[in-house]
């Protein structure tokens, strides 16, 4: 059995990289570890009211009725949420499962959608699993903001390409898109016949307000945006995520009756967090403003303190991450052992999202206050060293 034939499209490497080895490796000393990279905001401190769990406990969590799309009630609730056609909610467990719903509809075997770079490296699997192709299409940043390069991402697309995937905000480098940029997509999808998906998780999460927009109630092509408990509420471990589709109305009837029956195969979203979802969603905002303000302490703190004439923070709009330029003079991945091992470290080097250029590291802001002062006061020692 040792050569059994598995499918192609999971022959991913598997051989663990350097950071993760040297991990876990301090794991098995049992020497404690700054860990700047969570993700996870249920690890980070933060309080939730206490009748969150309540909700679960309603009678109608014992009664199984079957909505591809999701229970009316609670695909209004995000409605309201958002102020947006509860018609055009669809839930799903998680944007992952969202993605997959949205490849299975919009694309065939063998064609591509378009994603960014840098970004979150969930995409090459996602894709992978479902059979599409992909190019990544490049975020640049001029000194003061990142933007798309729109020029390169016209001369990445053929007649195979059938959307673009948006980050809005960007995950790591806390960019919005702007208007003018959302009008060139338009006026490119609606030539090539494309879609836009447009993930918003962080929408909430901005910084100040400027000149960002989200993708919601995009008229002019067949778009689709997608949020989800995971980061409105902070409640990754209760799986419920959604679609807002919108467009002009001929195509957007037919993709929804399209994907109501992939919903129907699925019928993911469990019951209890469906009745529970408009109770909860009401109270996001308490959530979300402790949240903010813990990114925006922590990014203040750094701002105040990285003084150091070789090394900066890029500018960003919002999230929870932060990316720091520091001195090429080793690689990524040196500069996150040297971290790790030494200082008891752990941070993200830029090549995990897939930046082009060296050397980047990925910084969370969720941390509370004690753990992420004291991890960057050790970083910034070890940077001064080589300022």
Wanted: glycine residues 4%; charged residues 20%; proline residues 5%.
């Amino acid at each position: 059995m040792d050569n059994f034939p598995f499918a192609r499209r999971t022959q991913w490497s598997q051989q663990a990289n350097a950071l993760n080895l040297s991990l876990e490796e301090l794991k098995k000393q049992q020497i404690s570890i700054i860990d700047l990279t969570v993700s996870n905001p249920t690890e980070c401190g933060f309080s939730y009211p206490d009748h969150l769990l309540g909700q679960l406990e309603k009678k109608e969590n014992l009664q199984y009725q079957p909505e591809a799309c999701g229970l009316v009630h609670a695909r209004q609730a995000v409605a309201k949420h958002y102020d947006f056609p509860w018609q055009q909610v669809v839930l799903t467990a998680s944007t992952s499962e969202a993605y997959s719903f949205l490849m299975r509809l919009l694309v065939n075997p063998g064609e591509k959608v378009l994603i960014p770079r840098p970004s979150y490296p969930l995409f090459q699997f996602l894709l992978e699993i479902n059979d599409v192709d992909f190019d990544y299409y490049p975020l640049v940043f001029d000194g003061l903001r990142w933007s798309l390069d729109l020029q390169t991402l016209k001369g990445l697309i053929d007649n195979k390409t059938k959307a673009i995937i948006l980050v809005n905000p960007n995950n790591p480098t806390g960019s919005y898109i702007n208007r003018a940029e959302l009008n060139v997509l338009n006026q490119i999808c609606q030539e090539h016949q494309m879609s836009i998906i447009s993930d918003e998780v962080f929408l909430e999460y901005a910084f100040e307000q400027d000149d960002r927009i989200s993708c919601m109630g995009n008229q002019s092509v067949l778009t689709f945006s997608l949020g989800g408990l995971s980061k409105s509420m902070a409640l990754p471990q209760m799986k419920c995520a959604w679609i807002l589709a919108s467009g002009p109305q001929k195509v957007l009837t037919e993709a929804l009756s399209r994907l109501e029956i992939i919903a129907d195969t699925y019928l993911s979203v469990n019951t209890p967090v469906q009745n529970a979802l408009g109770d909860w969603l009401k109270e996001a905002k308490v959530i979300q403003g402790q949240i903010k303000s813990r990114v925006e302490d922590n990014l203040q703190w750094l701002r105040k303190r990285l003084h150091l004439h070789s090394s900066s923070i890029l500018a960003l709009q919002g999230g929870w991450y932060v990316t720091l330029r520091i001195p090429a003079i080793k690689s990524e991945e040196q500069w996150a052992l040297e971290f790790l091992k030494e200082d008891h470290l752990l941070v993200y080097p830029g090549y995990f999202f897939d930046f082009d250029k060296e050397a980047y590291m990925i910084i969370s802001l969720l941390p509370e206050k004690g753990i992420f002062q004291e991890g960057l006061t050790r970083l910034i020692k070890r940077l001064s060293r080589y300022n």
